[in-house]
């Protein structure tokens, strides 16, 4: 099965990660320029930026925000998702604070994303399945 364009442009950029002191890794910094938000470093909070980056790359729209919780009504609602679909979770009680990558599997108790700024890096990780508040698809 092909996987989704914008999952070819995001596991390019796997183990991309944040350099700590002045400089900064310019990977990261130009998926926030390819977004409109030029001059960031990398120690800014960058999962949007990372998904954002991706979808654009692909052709596809993004939010074009640097909100994790903007793609919670971006694109459609996706059910029963797939490979590729864009999972937002929430994270404390702050309604405006979240995560988002891009969903690689999936178990009883977790789901696996791709995504960026996880361990300051582009990494997969597993997050509580209970954190996602939505999956998206373009």
């Known amino acids: 099965m092909q996987q989704p364009s914008w999952m070819a442009e ?8 944040e350099r700590p002191g002045p400089t ?6 130009a998926m926030f320029d390819e977004l ?3 001059h960031q470093a990398d120690e800014t909070a960058w999962c949007a930026a990372f998904v954002g980056a991706c ?6 729209a993004s939010t ?3 909100m994790a919780r903007s793609y919670e009504q971006w694109g459609i609602a996706n059910a029963a998702p797939t490979d590729g679909a864009i999972a937002v979770l929430r994270r ?3 309604p405006a604070l979240g995560h ?3 969903l690689i599997g999936a178990s009883d108790a977790h789901v696996y994303l791709l ?7 582009v990494t997969v990780a597993p997050f509580n399945r209970d954190l996602v508040i939505a999956y998206r698809a373009p």
């Open 24 to 29: 900064h890794n310019p990977r990261i910094v």
């Open 10 to 17: 995001a596991w390019r950029e796997l183990g991309q990660s």
């Open 55 to 60: 979808l654009e790359r692909a052709g596809i």
């Open 115 to 121: 995504g960026g700024n996880q361990s300051d890096a």
């Open 100 to 102: 988002v990558g891009f």
């Open 36 to 38: 409109g938000h030029p």
């Open 92 to 94: 404390g009680s702050d």
């Open 64 to 66: 074009r925000s640097l």
